[in-house]
């Protein structure tokens, strides 16, 4: 059976930074369809600003996704949760949701994103060298700690970003659009709930309010950073294979 993923990036970030974690992905799981969706005003849609409306950007999304069948949304950040807002909207279009390092208005403001992460965001920004300010964001957002690695990384996304730069004023735009998204009483579609330990961006926490609020089972890498895809992707294939053979009804 092919089934439809739709894979969504969080603030600032868009689907070149799936990097090699989307054909690994893709090789997994060989029978199934991916798409990769842009928020407004990040990657392909870097020309937009990004709207305060929910509606909007929910439309942005689906409109990037085929409108046959139910698909898989799987959510970083940001991303993870305009697809819960997604699957709460349109919940004949969602087989299940996956979230990585989300958060939800039911918790704090400086746990959804840390002081040290505004203070790294703040510094990086003052950054003219691309290479440079990549390297900050990378460091900010994973635990690798070879500088060769994270150098060599740094030079690909900051060509990206070069080519397709973000606006400044749209990554305040895209705080204040993560602060509308709120947990609801009940959730809208099966969800797999994954988590980093050492995540500096988005407190663990969020996470585990999220599953705790709706008994959903949270599965927490001991030693991953925010991006946890990029950190490990082996241990996310590991995950979501799990979730998908569960049963799960697509």
């Given at each position: 059976?092919?089934?439809?993923?739709?894979?969504?990036?969080?603030?600032?970030?868009?689907?070149?930074?799936?990097?090699?974690?989307?054909?690994?992905?893709?090789?997994?799981?060989?029978?199934?369809?991916?798409?990769?969706?842009?928020?407004?005003?990040?990657?392909?849609?870097?020309?937009?600003?990004?709207?305060?409306?929910?509606?909007?950007?929910?439309?942005?999304?689906?409109?990037?996704?085929?409108t046959d069948g139910k698909k898989i949304l799987f959510?970083?950040?940001?991303?993870?949760?305009?697809?819960?807002?997604?699957?709460?909207?349109?919940?004949?279009?969602?087989?299940?949701?996956?979230?990585?390092?989300?958060?939800?208005?039911?918790?704090?403001?400086?746990?959804?994103?840390?002081?040290?992460?505004?203070?790294?965001?703040?510094?990086?920004?003052?950054?003219?060298?691309?290479?440079?300010?990549?390297?900050?964001?990378?460091?900010?957002?994973?635990?690798?700690?070879?500088?060769?690695?994270?150098?060599?990384?740094?030079?690909?996304?900051?060509?990206?970003?070069?080519?397709?730069?973000?606006?400044?004023?749209?990554?305040?735009?895209?705080?204040?659009?993560?602060?509308?998204?709120?947990?609801?009483?009940?959730?809208?579609?099966?969800?797999?709930?994954?988590?980093?330990?050492?995540?500096?961006?988005?407190?663990?926490?969020?996470?585990?309010?999220?599953?705790?609020?709706?008994?959903?089972?949270?599965?927490?890498?001991?030693?991953?950073?925010?991006?946890?895809?990029?950190?490990?992707?082996?241990?996310?294939?590991?995950?979501?294979?799990?979730?998908?053979?569960?049963?799960?009804?697509?």
């Open positions: 059976m092919q089934r439809q993923w739709v894979l969504i990036r969080g603030i600032m970030s868009e689907s070149y930074h799936w990097w090699n974690f989307l054909p690994q992905l893709q090789e997994h799981f060989p029978q199934d369809h991916f798409h990769t969706a842009d928020i407004l005003g990040n990657g392909r849609l870097n020309s937009h600003k990004t709207p305060l409306s929910l509606s909007k950007n929910i439309q942005a999304l689906r409109e990037q996704a085929p959510g970083f950040s940001l991303g993870g949760m305009l697809a819960l807002e997604w699957a709460h909207r349109h919940s004949e279009e969602v087989a299940a949701v996956i979230l990585i390092n989300a958060s939800l208005n039911n918790s704090p403001f400086y746990k959804r994103m840390t002081p040290y992460s505004f203070g790294r965001i703040f510094q990086s920004a003052l950054q003219r060298n691309l290479h440079k300010r990549e390297e900050m964001i990378i460091r900010m957002t994973t635990a690798q700690t070879s500088q060769e690695s994270v150098s060599t990384l740094a030079q690909h996304w900051g060509a990206r970003s070069q080519e397709l730069p973000v606006r400044p004023a749209n990554f305040l735009w895209q705080l204040g659009l993560a602060t509308q998204v709120r947990q609801r009483k009940e959730p809208p579609a099966p969800i797999l709930v994954l988590s980093s330990a050492k995540d500096r961006v988005v407190h663990p926490e969020c996470s585990e309010k999220i599953a705790s609020n709706w008994n959903l089972p949270l599965v927490r890498h001991p030693e991953a950073g925010h991006d946890l895809t990029l950190d490990d992707p082996k241990w996310v294939l590991e995950q979501v294979s799990q979730f998908i053979n569960s049963g799960l009804k697509v």
